[in-house]
């Protein structure tokens, strides 16, 4: 591809010599029609658009650097026009430093680079019939109007070749390439053309002019306003129609009209908002089941026998807790933890084992359907061989290429950026920056954990907790809660702040990696991002979820943290309720910072811009111009709407078994989502080049990923986070002789028999409280469930029979619900192709047709061709053995 390109597209570059007339725009002014999407002459549709300042009216730079400048600029609209594109400059309107530059491609220009790009256009109408679902009828009462926006007509189709320009249906020229198609090639051009030469290395690109400021935008027109449709009847007003019927409030109901999308913005905006709606329809089936497996939770929590306990005056009123942290810290009544106990039963119940089972298996279930999906979506819009045939090296790429090897496969020289060591250095030096800010997350974390056990001591001195209190305010603001909202919002921002600098570094680090063509690219940065995010996100998750309340020792010998802070406990019923607590913030505190960030940004920013060309708003403004006072899409498109959406696929599926509201919370919020981000696209954006992609690219694998490791995740959550495999073994085991003295199966006494008896006598100096011991009592009880034997049993403070058969309850449980989950993963995988047979068949037919189509044509020609020339091999073979006399 490299070669071709090199035959193709670079001989026709060239710096021009300084004494050369160059090639200039045609200059034009504004006609005054402002919904018009042509040059001046009615014909010569716009393509791309160009928008420059006027060197001699910048006062910004020095007179030498504004030459240059300018020097560049016109030596590349000149070699545009050397290219074949017709270019034409009109002054602004509101602004007259600003230029436009109007780009159009004539019909020669788009079939030579068509070619090129192996850009697949259509044969003939598609003759396959499709069968109607069963469903139609249902749906169609979901889906926009096809009086509106009408379907698209179906057409087989093959890469574009000149030579069989014949064997194309072709009805008119100005229509044979759509807007989309017209803006990927010029962009193409645009992106490859030459402005300058310096030290034999070729500068060229627009993307580079941009980053420069020689140019200040570069983009295709939209085709109306949004508010109403075009005046000019030459225009379809594809924008109004995708705002109305797609991007408004109003249809937040209704399907998308995913072609309609496709066609207008292509196929990689398309495919993104198929995966969008896709995951949140299959969101509603979670979010129902969610929902069930809370109201059960609500309505069983009155029969939740160990939360009475607590809350009982006589049971959990007569049980007095050790302190939670060293000497500053007091004795505590039971009682304090009833309000978080009734909430705990809501979560921590037989619900949630059901829901995260459920999870493992919708996830599965997603993941197939999806594929199958995507492969039906590849084929009607022709993108199943698009990274093979049409996808072109990076300009980054091909301006590096100055070394030389040998192709293994076709045994011929070709240019590449760098060579095998160079590469190994490349990888080293990226694997190595990566490691370096994931550490760095990871001792935020730290710090974070850090604060959390400084801070707990404050809360505790703070928020009196003495035994013979009842205030209210202690119910629901304990020195748990404080602490763990407090940690849990600073969290959130040190994940923002981290955010902001590792995407800038992440940028770097993958230019200099240089990937070979854009769909490379945005994988690597996804990869990275990723990474760099799941850690970021999710590590404070992991931390609450399998690490704290785990390694703390007991009251007479505490383990400490950096030698220096007593680690974390959780409350006797658990982390799960933290855990939720942090889930919410950190979901939430995203979601609204991303709406600020994606949405309101942009609007403040363009009515600023609005308000500043108030006084000039009563004059007629073309198209172009209100375009380029439109936000630009950026240089990474859509990597964080995907980013933003897999993030929430993550808790989503990762900590379910904590929150069986997070699907109904992602449903919601995605409902919204899609109408927000479309409302962007269409009011407040520029349009985006169209482009090219068979699938959601490096995010299908993270996905699947993140469906496997979630099962792990559920199933330790359940086993070692909540407190049900604790209580089934008491119930089950401990209630009954040999171990128990009820005559049944109950959870009476579980609370009593599981919080560990400490005697106050063996306290440490050093951590011994300050606060005075009131009653005649001589043992506390140990605030989480470390089962462990009573002082005076010769085996004290250390590990009883009940811990052993809980732990090995909770490995068994991890083992059998993995291996389940798994299985079934397993069947489900198998049972559903990734490509359906109907969309197989679809493929097949299709290729067969073209090739038939084309073979059938070639073969006319061939036999029009070899005909004549037998013709004229009889005739002068007759004329030649003809008998003289004759």
Known sequence: LVLELNQVIIPTYGTVPEQQNLHTPEWVDFDDKPDSLFFKDGQRRIDFVLVYEDESKKMTHKRSDRKKQKRKRQVYESNLINNGLQLEATRSVLDEKLIFVKVHAPWEVLCTYAEVMHIKLPLQHNDLKTRDSAFNWFSRLFRVDENIIKPEQEFFTAPFQKDHLSNFYIQDKDTFFNPATRSR???????????????????????????????????????????????????????????????????????????????????????????????????????????????????????????????????????????????????????????????????????????????????????????????????????????????????????????????????????????????????????????????????????????????????????????????????????????????????????????????????????????????????????????????????????????????????????????????????????????????????????????????????????????????????????????????????????????????????????????????????????????????????????????????????QPILQGIAILAVVTNAMIIAFTSDMIPRLVYYWSFSVPPYGSHSSHTMKGYINSTLSVFNISDFKNASKPFSPWFGNQTTCRQVYRDLRYPPGHQHQYEHNIYYWHVIAAKLAFIIVMEHIIYFVKFIISYVIPDVSQKTKSKVKREKYLTQKLLHENDLKGVKKTMGKIADKIIKGADSTFRPKDE
């Open 185 to 699: 090639i010029v962009h193409f051009i645009l992106s490859r053309v030459e402005y300058a030469t310096k030290n034999n290395v070729k500068k060229f690109g627009i993307n580079k002019l941009l980053d420069t400021g020689i140019y200040k935008a570069a983009f295709p027109l939209h085709d109306s306003s949004f508010k109403h449709p075009s005046a000019d009847p030459n225009c379809p007003s594809e924008r109004y129609l995708l705002y109305r019927e797609w991007a408004h409030p109003k249809n937040i109901f209704k399907l998308q009209p995913l072609d309609f999308i496709r066609k207008y913005y292509g196929e990689k905006i398309g495919i993104y908002f198929a995966w969008l709606g896709f995951y949140t329809n299959m969101l509603t089936v979670a979010a129902v089941v969610g929902v069930g497996c809370f109201l059960y939770g609500c309505l069983t929590k009155d029969n939740c026998t160990w939360s009475q306990e607590v809350c009982d005056p006589n049971i959990g009123g007569n049980i007095i807790m050790c302190p939670q942290c060293d000497k500053a810290c007091t004795y505590w009544n039971l009682t304090i933890t009833c309000e978080s106990s009734k909430k705990l039963c809501i979560f921590d119940s037989f619900g949630t084992l059901v829901f995260a089972v459920f999870m493992g298996i919708w996830v599965t279930f997603f993941l197939e359907f999806w594929k199958r999906r995507q492969a039906e979506l590849e084929y009607e819009w022709d993108t199943v061989e698009y990274l093979e045939q049409e996808e072109q090296v990076r300009p980054e790429y091909e301006a590096r290429c100055t070394h030389v090897v040998m192709n293994e496969i076709t045994q011929q020289e070709e240019h590449v950026p760098y060579t095998a060591w160079g590469k190994c250095v490349r990888m080293t030096f990226c694997t190595s920056a990566i490691f370096f800010w994931i550490l760095l997350i990871i001792a935020s974390v730290v710090g974070i954990i850090v604060y959390r056990l400084s801070v707990f001591l404050v809360f505790s001195a703070t928020l009196s907790q003495h035994i013979s209190g009842t205030e209210a305010i202690r119910k629901y603001l304990t020195p748990q809660t404080a602490t763990s909202v407090t940690a849990s919002l600073i969290s959130f921002v040190v994940i923002m702040i981290l955010n902001i600098i590792y995407e800038k570094v992440a940028i770097l680090i993958t230019d200099f990696e240089l990937p070979r063509t854009q769909t490379d690219y945005e994988n690597s940065l996804t990869t990275k991002m990723f990474l760099f995010q799941f850690v970021n996100y999710y590590s404070s998750c992991f931390y609450i979820a399998f690490f704290k309340g785990k390694f703390v020792g007991h009251p007479g010998s505490p383990v400490y943290w950096l030698g220096k802070y007593r680690n974390e406990e959780c409350d006797p019923g658990g982390c799960l309720l933290e855990l939720t607590t942090q889930l919410a913030i950190i979901v939430g505190g995203k979601a609204i910072w991303n709406n600020i960030q994606e949405v309101l940004l942009p609007l403040v920013k363009n009515l600023i811009g609005r308000y500043s060309a108030a006084a000039k708003s009563e004059k007629v403004v073309p198209r172009w111009e209100h375009d380029y006072h439109l936000q630009p899409i950026g240089k990474l498109g859509l990597f964080y709407e995907y980013l933003e959406m897999v993030i929430q696929f993550g808790f989503v599926t990762l900590f379910v078994a904590s929150f069986p509201l997070a699907p109904l919370l992602a449903l919601i919020n995605n409902m919204l989502e899609i109408r927000l981000d479309a409302w962007k696209l269409t009011t407040q954006f520029r349009r985006m080049v169209p482009q090219k992609a068979q699938d959601i690219g490096a995010w």
